[in-house]
T-cell receptor, first 109, second 112 residues
Framework: KNQVEQSPQSLIILEGKNCTLQ??????????LRWYKQDTGRGPVSLTIMTFSENTKSNGRYTATLDADTKQSSLHITASQLSDSASYICVVKPDKLIFGTGTRLQVFP | GAGVSQSPSNKVTEKGKDVELRCDPI?????LYWYRQSLGQGLEFLIY????????KSGLPSDRFSAERTGESVSTLTIQRTQQEDSAVYLC??????????FGPGTRLLVL
């Protein structure tokens, strides 16, 4: 069964700190993996898209890694800001997009 | 506007009533998707339109759900005889030639 699992479910950190969100998937065949950021009350916004051959991809303070052998991805946020408070959703595409349930990140001053 | 827009933003309805949700995709985007996001759940695929091809309706949960799209423009998602379990955020996304889907802000549906 195609599944995308994320951990932790929620995370609280202090402003300026780094954090790493995890995504494990059991999806086959694999096309690409995406990370989305969803602010409260808004639609998801794409952060990165990674194909099978890409191990790491950065978008500003966001860095995503992908290990296609172990079927794991992580999203690392550097020097967190209050505006990083949101849900982060891992999405894997075999043919259709399969969404994880997200990690709810709260950044406190 | 440059983004995907959806209306209404919020909809409260009584059980058994029909509702119609609207999505205006980004101009020129040939692909349009509808998703449902229930509280604490991941996004659930509902239906996919690509150009003039027959839509992929495989995600629609029951025959009470239907959607239409006129050409490459506006789409409407209709839920007939709404049930309380239909309460969710309904998200629309559109996609051009690139892989990225651009999401609208969603319609929050509450069925009482």
């Amino acid at each position: 069964k195609n599944q995308v699992e994320q951990s932790p479910q929620s995370l609280i950190i202090l402003e300026g700190k780094n954090c790493t969100l995890q995504c494990n998937y059991t999806v086959s065949p694999f096309s690409n993996l995406r990370w989305y950021k969803q602010d409260t009350g808004r639609g998801p916004v794409s952060l990165t898209i990674m194909t099978f051959s890409e191990n790491t991809k950065s978008n500003g303070r966001y860095t995503a890694t992908l290990d296609a052998d172990t079927k794991q991805s992580s999203l690392h946020i550097t020097a967190s800001q209050l505006s990083d408070s949101a849900s982060y959703i891992c999405v894997v595409k075999p043919d259709k997009l399969i969404f994880g349930t997200g990690t709810r990140l709260q950044v406190f001053p | 506007g440059a983004g995907v827009s959806q209306s209404p933003s919020n909809k409260v309805t009584e059980k058994g009533k029909d509702v119609e949700l609207r999505c205006d995709p980004i101009s020129g985007h040939t692909a349009l998707y509808w998703y449902r996001q229930s509280l604490g759940q991941g996004l659930e695929f509902l239906i996919y339109f690509q150009g003039n091809s027959a839509p992929d309706k495989s995600g629609l949960p029951s025959d009470r759900f239907s959607a239409e799209r006129t050409g490459e423009s506006v789409s409407t998602l209709t839920i007939q005889r709404t049930q309380q379990e239909d309460s969710a955020v309904y998200l629309c996304a559109s996609k051009g030639l690139a892989e990225t889907q651009y999401f609208g802000p969603g319609t929050r549906l509450l069925v009482l």
